[in-house]
C-alpha cells in the first residue's frame, strides 16, 4: 500500500509539472504568435513641400540634405514640443519632401503635436552636405493646407505605415537578435551576420596584454582596439572588421555578453537561417566562438553555443567567428 500511494505521490507531481511546462509553452507560443502577427503600425505625418536656398540664394537642386526638425508652440521661439533629425533630397527643382513624425528622435514626442491645437511653427535646421552643420534655417507657421489656405509653401497630415523592429527580422544586412529603446522611444539593437565569416580563426596578438580589448559588454570598442593594435589578416577581429554586406561595414567581433543575448535567441535564429532554403545563409553551430574580451597576453575568451559556456583559451587556437554590429 505505501508503494502504490508513493507512486500515486510521484504521478501527482509529473502530472503538475506537465500542466506546468505545456501551459508555459502555450502561453509563450501565444505571446510569439502576437508577436510576429503585426510588425506594422500607422503614423499620422506632416507632410511638408518647400524649396530649399542656399544662404547666397541659390536653389539646392538634387542635393541630399541633414536636417533637423523642430515644432514649436505658441510663437517661432516658443516651446520645442518634439525634434527629430533626417536625411532627405531635393529634386530637380530644389523642392523639398519631408515626412515628419517617423524619422530618429531628439527631443519631445510627436503626440505632444495635436494639428487641431496650436499655433505651431515648424523649423528646419539644414546641413547642405547631408551632416549635422546646420547652417540654413526655414521657419514657418504650421497651416493644414487641407482646409484650403494657399501659401507659397505647403503642409498636409498623411499616414506612414511604419515596420516594425523585431528579433528575428532579416534587415539591416544581417538578422536582428537583440532590440531596446533609448528614453525617447528610438529602436537600437543588435544585428548578426547570415553566417559564420570563418570555421578556424586564431584571436590573435599573442603576447600582447591591453586592457582596451578586456570589455565584457561592448565588442565594437574592443574590435576597435585589436586593429589598432595590429590584429593579423585572418584572426577573428580582422574576419569582423573587414566584413561588408549590403552596404553595411561597421561590422565587429560580439564581446562575451553580446554573445550571451545571441545564444538565448539561437533556437529562433538558427529556425530562419537554416530554413530559408538559402546557401547564403547558416544558423549558429554547436561549436566554440571567439568573443571580443582579452583575458591575458596568451589567452581570451571563447563561447560555446555546444553548452552556453565560456571559457578563457589560448589565442593560436581555432574556434568559429561570427560578426555583430549595432544600430
Not at 527643382?93 to 503626440?111: A, D, M, R
Not at 538565448?264 to 553551430?285: A, F, P, W
Amino acid at each position: 500500500m505505501k508503494e502504490i500511494s508513493y507512486l500515486k505521490s510521484k504521478f501527482f507531481q509529473w502530472f503538475a509539472l506537465l500542466i506546468f511546462l505545456l501551459g508555459t509553452n502555450m502561453i509563450s507560443f501565444t505571446q510569439t504568435q502576437a508577436l510576429n502577427s503585426n510588425h506594422t503600425y500607422t503614423v499620422r505625418t506632416i507632410v511638408y513641400n518647400t524649396l530649399v536656398m542656399s544662404n547666397s540664394k541659390i536653389l539646392l537642386k538634387n542635393t541630399l540634405l541633414g536636417i533637423k526638425v523642430s515644432i514649436h508652440k505658441g510663437s517661432e521661439k516658443g516651446e520645442i514640443i518634439y525634434a527629430e533629425i533626417q536625411q532627405a533630397k531635393t529634386n530637380v527643382k530644389g523642392n523639398l519632401q519631408i515626412e515628419i513624425g517617423v524619422s530618429y528622435v531628439v527631443h519631445g514626442k510627436y503626440s505632444n503635436f495635436d494639428p487641431t491645437g496650436g499655433p505651431y511653427f515648424i523649423r528646419l535646421d539644414i546641413d547642405p552636405k547631408g551632416g549635422t552643420d546646420y547652417n540654413i534655417n526655414i521657419t514657418r507657421p504650421f497651416v493644414n493646407s487641407a482646409k484650403g489656405i494657399q501659401t507659397n509653401f505647403k503642409f498636409a497630415l498623411g499616414n506612414k505605415v511604419i515596420q516594425k523592429r523585431y528579433v528575428g527580422e532579416i534587415w539591416g544586412g544581417g538578422i536582428i537578435f537583440h532590440l531596446n529603446k533609448d528614453s525617447l522611444g528610438n529602436d537600437h539593437g543588435l544585428i548578426a551576420s547570415l553566417h559564420d565569416l570563418s570555421k578556424n580563426a586564431r584571436w590573435g596578438l599573442n603576447g600582447i596584454d591591453f586592457f582596451g580589448f578586456k570589455n565584457a559588454s561592448v565588442g565594437k570598442d574592443n574590435t576597435k582596439a585589436m586593429m589598432t593594435n595590429g590584429a593579423e589578416p585572418g584572426t577573428a577581429a580582422y574576419l569582423c572588421n573587414k566584413y561588408s554586406h549590403d552596404g553595411f561595414k561597421d561590422w565587429y567581433l560580439p564581446a562575451i555578453k553580446e554573445m550571451i543575448m545571441l545564444y538565448e535567441v539561437r533556437g529562433l535564429i538558427d529556425d530562419i537561417l537554416d530554413k530559408d532554403k538559402s546557401d547564403k545563409t547558416k544558423g549558429l553551430e554547436n561549436k566554440q566562438y571567439w568573443t571580443s574580451t582579452g583575458y591575458s597576453a596568451s589567452t581570451s575568451w571563447f563561447f560555446s553555443f555546444y553548452n552556453g559556456g565560456a571559457t578563457n583559451y589560448g589565442k593560436n587556437f581555432v574556434f568559429n567567428v561570427r560578426a555583430i554590429r549595432a544600430f
